[in-house]
């Protein structure tokens, strides 16, 4: 599969997710002994939506130098 298409996937994936975490809020709480952090699950979020922007811009920036002959 293409790089751009799969960063592109994840990357719609990642918004779907903030905007559904953003629309409604959860506090931090603890679950089966292991503490859910709902601020720290949004930081994470925005940095896998950094992480593909970056990978995202240098894949389809690249340029490909090439040379004709006759």
């Given at each position: 599969m293409d790089d751009c298409i799969q960063l592109r996937r994840?990357?719609?994936?990642?918004?779907k997710l903030l905007?559904?975490?953003?629309?409604?809020?959860?506090?931090?709480y603890e679950l089966?002994?292991?503490?859910v952090d709902?601020?720290?699950?949004?930081?994470?979020l925005?940095?896998?939506l950094d992480w593909c922007d970056r990978k995202l811009a240098a894949l389809e920036n690249t340029e490909l130098?090439?040379?004709?002959?006759?």
């Open positions: 994840i990357r719609s994936q990642v918004l905007e559904e975490v953003t629309a409604q809020p959860k506090p931090t089966d002994g292991q503490q709902w601020t720290e699950y949004l930081r994470e925005r940095r896998l130098a090439s040379q004709a002959y006759t």
